[in-house]
């Protein structure tokens, strides 16, 4: 996938690709970082465990942040989609409800069989 400058945000779809792939990465390296911290845990060395778990802190906050972007943008997406399909359908949805509608409310108000003998 190659993106010319300024296009990976030129449509929803391009945006929702790009930050998917950014929380794939940011996913990889905070299992890195996780990896990291295992090691250095054995380790004498407190102040670099404490700056890994600090830098674990805060890829797990953008790795969070990433998935609300890509879920927002998955419902732009949708919503999206729907606006423009119900657009086209909409004259002709309304129409056939609206005539269901009245055929209902007629037969409703016709007397039934039964009225009419007692009448």
């Not at 794939?24 to 845990?41: C, F, L, P, W, Y």
């Amino acid at each position: 996938m190659t993106y010319k400058t300024g296009s990976a945000f030129d449509s929803i779809e391009s945006a929702h690709e790009f930050v998917t792939l950014l929380a794939a990465t940011v996913g990889e390296a905070k299992r890195e970082v996780e990896a990291d911290i295992q090691r250095e845990s054995t380790a004498e060395s407190p102040r670099r465990l404490d700056a890994l778990r600090t830098t674990l802190y805060s890829m797990e906050k953008l790795e969070l942040h990433m998935n609300q972007s890509r879920r927002i943008l998955n419902d732009l997406r949708s919503l999206r989609r729907l606006l423009f399909e119900e657009r086209s359908a909409k004259p002709k949805a309304i129409t056939d409800a609206k005539s269901k509608k009245r055929e209902g409310q007629i037969l409703s108000r016709a007397p039934s069989t039964q009225e009419n003998i007692h009448l």
